[in-house]
């Protein structure tokens, strides 16, 4: 009885735990190739919960080649997780084009600004928090800036107006990724945790729906599947 509401559980929660070993396994490579980067360091203990993790990952999506053979939208979602975890952790925010723009965009739907403000000269400039503004721009280009970044206090009260070129894109596109901005503020989290948390609530919302799309299309499948792989996409 016991093992079976083991086996019940794994199967409901599979892919669950995927997700949250792939985030393990990234921010841990990451931290291994920095140390020994930046640092000349090896810690071999983390080399070896590395293989571990990453051989409990492998074992997860052979269980569901197995058991959900066929089914394309599983096989979307246990290979885009690792996949795109590693996108999202590896590459440095406003590495991916115009990020930083949508940033602020996302930054200003979560202080409930659906609507774009215009001022009476015609300028639909926005409040940012100055940390955002001068923590991701093109000057920090390695992970010791971003660091640099994450060890710094954010005051979320010290703002500066900006203009973003995404102010005038529709509010709906930036729910999930407001969402990370949101709770960074109200929990007064560092900003670099604020963004990598908008970052997974978009990679959810592009999971979810990109599910939902094979799941649902008649046919073409197959096609979507290799679409929804395209590296513009996951970005």
Do not use: C, W
């Not at 729910?175 to 604020?194: D, E, K, M, T």
């Amino acid at each position: 009885m016991i093992k079976t509401k083991i086996k019940d559980m794994f199967k409901k929660t599979n892919i669950f735990i995927e997700f949250i070993l792939s985030i393990l396994l990234s921010v841990n490579i990451l931290n291994v190739l920095y140390n020994y980067k930046y640092k000349g360091e090896t810690n071999f203990i983390e080399i070896i919960l590395i293989i571990a993790v990453a051989i409990l990952i492998l074992s997860i999506i052979i269980y569901n080649i197995i058991k959900n053979k066929g089914k394309l939208e599983i096989y979307f979602l246990i290979f885009m997780i690792p996949i795109g975890i590693m996108y999202q952790i590896f590459l440095m925010p406003n590495y991916v084009p115009d990020e930083l723009m949508h940033m602020y965009k996302s930054y200003d739907v979560s202080q409930g600004n659906i609507i774009t403000k215009i001022d009476k000269d015609g300028d639909s400039k926005i409040e940012v928090p100055f940390i955002l503004a001068t923590g991701f721009n093109t000057e920090h280009d390695n992970y010791t800036d971003l660091e640099n970044t994450a060890n710094s206090k954010t005051n979320y009260n010290v703002v500066i107006e900006t203009y973003t070129s995404a102010q005038s894109y529709s509010p709906i596109l930036y729910i999930f990724s407001s969402l990370g901005f949101f709770i960074g503020r109200i929990f007064n989290l560092n900003i670099v945790l604020a963004v990598y948390l908008a970052r997974l609530f978009n990679f959810i919302a592009f999971l979810v729906i990109g599910y939902l799309i094979i799941k649902l299309m008649p046919f073409g499948k197959l096609l979507m599947l290799t679409y929804l792989f395209n590296p513009m996409l996951i970005h």
